[in-house]
């Protein structure tokens, strides 16, 4: 493990990264741009508590969704069909970052999404690569997620829910939408039994750092996410017959 990523935002090999705590791979460093986007382009992300100094990991296994292997169980299928919700993208960013902060987690004290860590997202927001998915109920924000997207691969940071299923919604959706912008994969990081319920699995960090210089050489610049309609294609599938 490395006491100092260096200035050049070079960090040391992910072979290197502890076994215990797993991943833990460097110590200190900054949250510019320039040094989070070269952390992610790795594998590579950072996650510490207020008052501790800046940890970059990279854990072993990693978990991962594939967009098309998303699991849409029955109650939530009737729910993307019938609810009155709507999904939005890039539209709420900071609120979205804000909720994820200040969501109370289980077994959780205080949050990782500090002050620094809310700026450095804010920033890479107005570059074009973080985004927000959004589920609007009532014309009120009841959940979301946000999280970093280079070439084709989206790095998944956070979701919160003020709704029954907000989060899942907005999660199914962006598994589509990244499916038909021909993403490779979603980075969940850490394993956690609510992704792996909606089909996340754990993979080698040897495979996911080979499928990152594959997917995060491929697609376009940067930039907002437009709708394209897509995000109502749960409710109006392709081929599904409208009633008269």
């Known amino acids: ?23 833990l791979l460097a110590v200190g460093g900054d ?36 967009p098309e292997e998303i699991k849409i ?4 299928a009737r729910t993307l069909r019938n609810s009155a919700y709507e999904v ?54 009841a959940g979301g997620l946000y999280g970093i997207a280079i070439g084709r691969v989206f790095y998944g940071e956070s979701m919160y829910a003020h709704r029954r299923d907000a989060s899942k919604i907005a999660l199914a959706h962006l598994c ?13 990081q850490m394993e956690t039994a609510h992704l792996a319920s909606m089909g996340a699995r754990p993979i080698p960090r040897r495979r996911f750092l080979d499928l990152l210089e594959d997917l995060t050489a491929q697609g376009g610049s940067p930039g907002p996410w437009p709708a394209d309609g897509i995000l109502d294609a749960y409710r109006n599938p392709a081929g599904r017959k409208q009633r008269p």
């Not at 949250?31 to 970059?56: C, K, M, T, V």
């Not at 589509?176 to 969940?188: A, S």
Request: aromatic residues 12%; charged residues 20%; glycine residues 6%.
């Open 1 to 23: 493990m490395s006491k100092h990523p260096s200035d050049a935002f070079i960090f040391p090999p992910v072979e290197q990264a502890l076994a215990d705590p797993n991943g």
């Open 31 to 66: 949250l510019s741009s320039a040094r989070l986007l070269a952390a992610y382009r790795r594998g590579i992300f950072p996650w510490f508590s207020p008052g501790d100094p800046i940890l970059w990991w990279s854990p072993d296994p990693r978990m991962v969704l594939f």
């Open 73 to 76: 169980r029955t109650s939530l």
């Open 88 to 141: 939005r993208l890039d539209t709420a960013f900071d609120q979205v970052l804000q909720h994820c902060a200040e969501t109370p987690r289980h077994g959780q004290r205080g949050t990782w999404i500090t002050a620094e860590m809310r700026a450095a997202y804010r920033a890479l927001h107005r570059q074009g690569y973080a985004h927000s998915v959004e589920t609007w109920i009532d014309g009120t924000l």
């Open 176 to 188: 589509l939408y990244l499916k038909r912008r021909e993403f490779g994969i979603i980075d969940c």
